[in-house]
């Protein structure tokens, strides 16, 4: 079971450039999930999806965008790379809300701008 | 104040050890309480969650939620050195999770 699969692992990204983390389910969830992890901050959550066509923000979601076109991909764009950027991206999903079922994270995907 | 709040340590107990890890919310009106396990360059895995105040128990684990208080824990009893990771807090509120920052545990041999 390949479960949530997040590409790239690494990147380093230059002020300015943009870029696409990829983000793919096999588990036919319908729920998605982005998130960013800093140190000593815990998880914050970016931006979301209830479903294909369906993507809502989450509490840090400036700098960032998401589409769902279909049931298994969630890619985050990232426009105008920033230093403030920089954290380990990590993409989560579950069977309906978070609320009374398990999210399941993949291996995330450590960003650096310089 | 943060929302969520939780020690971030770290924790360094020897093998066999109880271990308490809490955290404390401010709004009340999180519903599910839940605790990740993320062991390092890792995503995190659902430990184990609770809905209302008290005690629920897995194994090894005994998670307790005290909502009058805004209060919840995870107790480790016979911690083993495959427990040490990073335990999260989290609890939710529709479709939106917030987080502890994590503590860090090692359990020494």
Request: aromatic fraction near 12%.
């Amino acid at each position: 079971n390949a479960g949530v699969t997040q590409t790239p692992k690494f990147r380093i990204l230059k002020i300015g450039q943009s870029m696409t983390l990829q983000c793919t389910q096999d588990m036919n969830h319908n729920y998605m999930y982005w998130y960013r992890q800093d140190p000593g901050m815990g998880l914050k959550l970016i931006y979301y999806s209830v479903g294909a066509g369906i993507t809502d923000k989450g509490e840090v979601p400036n700098g960032y965008n998401v589409s769902r076109s279909t049931t298994e991909d969630f890619p985050l764009r990232l426009e105008l790379a920033a230093p403030s950027q920089t954290s380990v991206y990590f993409c989560a999903s579950s069977y309906s809300s978070t609320g009374n079922t398990e999210a399941f994270f993949g291996q995330g995907t450590r960003l650096t701008v310089v | 104040q943060k929302e969520v709040e939780q020690d971030p340590g770290p924790l360094s107990v020897p093998e066999g050890a109880i271990v308490s890890l809490n955290c404390t919310y401010s709004n009340s009106a999180f519903q599910y309480f839940m605790w990740y396990r993320q062991y390092s360059r890792k995503g995190p895995e659902l430990l184990m969650y609770t809905y209302s105040s008290g005690n629920k128990e897995d194994g090894r684990f005994t998670a307790q939620v005290d909502k009058s208080s805004k209060y919840i824990s995870l107790f480790i009893r016979d911690s083993q050195p495959s427990d040490s990771a990073t335990y999260l807090c989290a609890m939710t509120l529709l479709n939106d999770m917030r987080f502890g920052a994590g503590t860090r545990l090692t359990v020494k041999p």
